[in-house]
């Protein structure tokens, strides 16, 4: 049995449902990772951001759902650069099919099963 696995999904609100169908594919039998958010509602504060750091510190990876949402997305723009402050390995995913946002900096893929879990073992 592969290691667990803890990965950070960073994301802009706007594509919570997104984060939604991700997570559910953890729930799968043979996927031996779980995912941490820290999406929040209210303004992000100093606090809001400790928190993430801490969260981002204690994750194997990052996964950016990447979206036409993402470059107007403060909060997301902040725990990449955190991720990567960090040393985070970092993976974009397109979280829709006819959404093709770049993000610079972010090598995003296509949402695949295998781009998922391939990012996930390299960890």
């Known amino acids: 049995m592969a290691t667990m696995k803890t990965v950070f999904i960073a994301f802009a609100i706007e594509d919570e449902t997104q ?9 799968h039998p043979r ?7 820290m999406s929040v509602k209210e303004a992000y504060t100093e606090d809001w951001k400790d928190k993430v750091r801490t969260r981002i510190k204690r994750s194997d990876g990052v996964i950016v759902l990447v979206s036409k949402n ?9 725990e990449i650069k955190c991720a990567k402050e960090e040393g985070k390995k970092i993976r974009g ?31």
Do not use: C, H, M
């Not at 984060?19 to 729930?27: A, I, M, N, P, V």
């Not at 996927?31 to 958010?37: L, M, R």
């Not at 099963?113 to 391939?118: E, L, R």
């Open 70 to 78: 993402s470059p107007t997305s403060s909060g997301q723009k902040w």
């Open 31 to 37: 996927t031996p990772y779980e995912f941490i958010d």
């Open 93 to 123: 995913i397109y979280a829709y099919s006819n959404d093709r946002t770049e993000l610079d900096g972010v090598a995003t893929y296509t949402w695949s099963d295998a781009n998922i879990s391939n990012f996930i073992d390299s960890l």
């Open 19 to 27: 984060r939604d169908f991700l997570k559910g594919q953890s729930l």
